[in-house]
């Protein structure tokens, strides 16, 4: 209708919806925005900072060798 | 000969050692005996070659400063001239400067190079690329053993495991090493990271080269993605460092940098909420007061100064309404109830003569429609009886007949309107008779 669809938060690269996010927190602070439209991009805001906290809560590194294979940690680790 | 005068053998000595210490040379030769006490103002060592050797010595402020650290077997290159030490009749050789050998000439070689490179433009700082800021993918070139691999994965672990890593596992020292870390970068940056780290650990001057390899260099400055090394430890350099996107000092600073840390994001989006919500606070707020301002406004609260002006002048009408109106209604009810009086009473006064004079014509024109009506029924019989008599049908009934013309059209009143032959018609009282004419006759009409 009147607004590019924008994808799902949880499907957004981290980056992407960061910058989204600061978007909407500068657009909100600005005031300039109509009341019904701070209220949808809050909404959006909310969502994408779920999103991004629970990225950041369920990450798990994945390691993939292309060339090679990785060896066990020696025992002087520093952890 | 001339007859040499005899010498002390302190000015043979003083001799000596100003013929020795003409000679400048540079020498090679192994470490087979070194002694660096705390206390001693030089460092005195024995080089030799398997067949000779001597005896040196080095300033321990000049030591120092060569950065070399003299052990047994060491091969070392030297700079330095000959001399003679008096007291113990000893020839020793004054080192001014000290190399490692061979990495003196590595080290020339490495400069050669790094100048060729940088006259390419190849280390400008405008061709270092910024790093992206949460990369989704990061690429590891490095060796598959050792502390390195292990630190970069745990660091990166740490701060951002959002990030996959793409290993590649090269051999990262000897011969082997900078075609293979070639590979390695190549193979690593189809898979389309967002940054590559390359990185080993520390190790001698000779362990590093793979990393001033010409080709490795070329592959880190012309990589389609950004490079960030971490070879080695403060102080070392490489070539592939000068031209890098970033160098950083360790395989641990290497992955830094390259990451975001979890923590630093994780307290960011927090504030941001609180940003986020306090946006939404200020903005619903400022419109609350708009509405309140506004609510507050008389025509709001007190609804009279909207209808107050009109209420006025309904009023105004009203009271003049119906100051008019009673007034009038009492006056023409009055009239009417005083004319409704006078009609009552007049009514049967105006009624009655004019009753009497329709009843009194009334009667008159009875009586003389009753006249009238005879005197025409006479009439009518009178002239009825007249029209008897005049009627032909009575004249017929005397006997008397009506000639006319066969198609009886015209009747005959004179002989001269047929002649002989003609076909006549005559009626009589009592039927008709078809004639034909025998003769005319011309007489006069008896009078």
């Known amino acids: 209708m009147d607004e590019p669809v924008c994808p799902a938060p949880d499907e957004m690269n981290f980056g992407d919806a960061l910058a989204e996010l600061e978007s909407i927190v500068a657009a909100l602070e600005s005031g300039q925005l109509e009341l019904e439209e701070s209220l949808t991009r809050y909404q959006r805001g909310v969502a994408l900072l779920q999103a991004l906290q629970g990225k950041l809560a369920d990450a798990q590194q994945k390691v993939t060798a292309l060339i090679g294979e990785l060896e066990g940690e020696p025992a002087d680790s520093e952890e | 000969m001339a007859e040499e005068r005899a010498v002390s ?125 949460y990369p989704e993918r990061i690429g590891v070139v490095t060796s598959p053993r050792g502390k390195a691999v292990h630190d970069v994965l745990r660091t990166l672990r740490r701060r951002y495991p959002l990030a996959e890593i793409l290993l590649a596992g090269v051999p990262v020292e000897g ?86 840390s979890m923590d630093e994001l994780g307290s960011a989006l927090h504030k941001t909420r609180r940003s986020l919500g306090r946006a939404l606070q200020h903005r619903v707020q400022a419109a609350e007061h708009r509405v309140g301002v506004l609510v507050r406004r008389p025509v709001f609260t007190d609804c009279s100064v909207l209808t107050g002006p009109a209420a006025q002048a309904l009023d105004q009408v009203g009271i003049a309404l119906r100051r008019a109106l009673p007034e009038r209604l009492a006056t023409d009810s009055g009239r009417l109830g005083r004319s409704a009086a006078d009609l009552q009473r007049l009514g049967p006064r105006l009624i009655g003569p004019a009753r009497e004079r329709v009843e009194r014509l009334g009667r008159d024109a009875d009586r003389a429609g009753s006249l009238l009506l005879e005197r025409a029924e006479e009439a009518v019989s009178h002239a009825a009886a007249r029209l008897h008599d005049l009627s032909p049908v009575a004249i017929l009934g005397r006997g008397y007949a009506v000639c006319r013309t066969a198609e009886e059209a015209t009747i005959i009143r004179a002989s001269t309107q047929v002649s002989a032959g003609d076909r006549v018609s005559v009626m009589l009282g009592e039927g008709r008779l078809g004639c034909v004419v025998e003769s005319t006759e011309k007489e006069a009409r008896n009078g």
């Open chain 2, 9 to 133: 053998v302190s000015e043979a000595m003083t001799l000596a050692r100003q013929t020795l210490e003409g000679i400048r040379l540079r020498v090679v030769g192994e470490v087979s005996e070194f002694a660096d006490k705390p206390g001693y103002r030089a460092a005195y060592f024995t080089v030799s070659d398997g067949d000779a050797s001597m005896q040196c010595l080095m300033w321990r402020e000049q030591y120092v400063a060569s950065g070399v650290a003299l052990r047994c077997g060491t091969l070392v290159e030297m700079a330095g001239y000959f001399s003679a030490y008096a007291a113990k009749g000893r020839m020793q050789f004054v080192v001014r400067s000290l190399t490692l050998a061979g990495e003196g000439r590595l080290r020339l070689q490495v400069a050669e190079l790094a100048r060729r490179l940088e006259a390419e433009g190849l280390m400008r700082p405008e061709r270092k690329r910024s790093l992206p800021a």
């Open chain 2, 175 to 260: 011969a082997d090493a900078p075609d293979a870390i070639v590979e390695g970068l190549s193979v690593v940056a189809a898979a389309s990271p967002d940054v590559v780290l390359l990185v080993r650990g520390g190790g001698s001057y000779e362990d590093l080269m793979p990393f001033n390899n010409e080709q490795v260099a070329r592959a880190v400055a012309t990589c389609p993605v950004p490079v960030v090394t971490g070879i080695g430890h403060e102080p070392d350099t490489s070539i592939a460092d000068m031209v890098a996107d970033l160098r950083a000092s360790t395989p641990t600073a290497a992955a830094e940098s390259a990451a975001p």
